[in-house]
């Protein structure tokens, strides 16, 4: 499983020009889902994320989480997380997660988020959607269950 998180100023989903997730301060996260993660996975990223201590505190130094400064989430899912380019200049995307298998999980990241953050949006699985964001930095952070 992999996350790709950005700390946000404010961060929109539009589908079929209308705005179906909003946010101000807070996390944008891109999520892609492989063919073998699971539940367990996604408990394990659900929570180095909520831990993850990359805003400012009041000296300037990356020292808050999420919760401490009240922020929000907006989720949307990303299948192109797991993209292979090694062979050739077309990727493949073998490697990501069976469409349902990988639906499910999605939607249990959004219900487990849900429980400890006040706004969770989302964008729509499986939409073609347009993502706008300001990042808050620019500060990104990747997060793959491999490495974790």
Avoid at 52 to 71: C, P
Wanted: overall charge negative.
């Amino acid at each position: 499983m992999r996350f790709v998180i950005q700390r946000t100023k404010k961060a929109s989903v539009r589908i079929a020009g209308e705005t179906v997730g909003e946010i101000g301060k807070g996390f944008l996260v891109l999520i892609g889902v492989s063919q073998e993660d699971t539940r367990e996975t996604a408990d394990k990223m659900i929570k180095k994320m909520l831990g993850l201590r990359i805003f400012e505190d009041e000296n300037g130094k990356t020292n808050l989480s999420l919760a401490s400064v009240n922020g929000s989430l907006l989720l949307v899912s990303q299948f192109t997380l797991y993209a292979n380019c090694k062979k050739g200049n077309r990727p493949s995307f073998t490697e990501a997660g069976d469409p349902n298998k990988a639906e499910e999980l999605y939607e249990y990241i959004i219900s487990e988020c849900r429980k400890s953050v006040a706004e969770v949006e989302t964008g729509r699985f499986g939409a073609e959607m347009e993502v706008s964001l300001v990042n808050d930095g620019p500060f990104t952070i990747l997060l793959d269950s491999e490495t974790l």
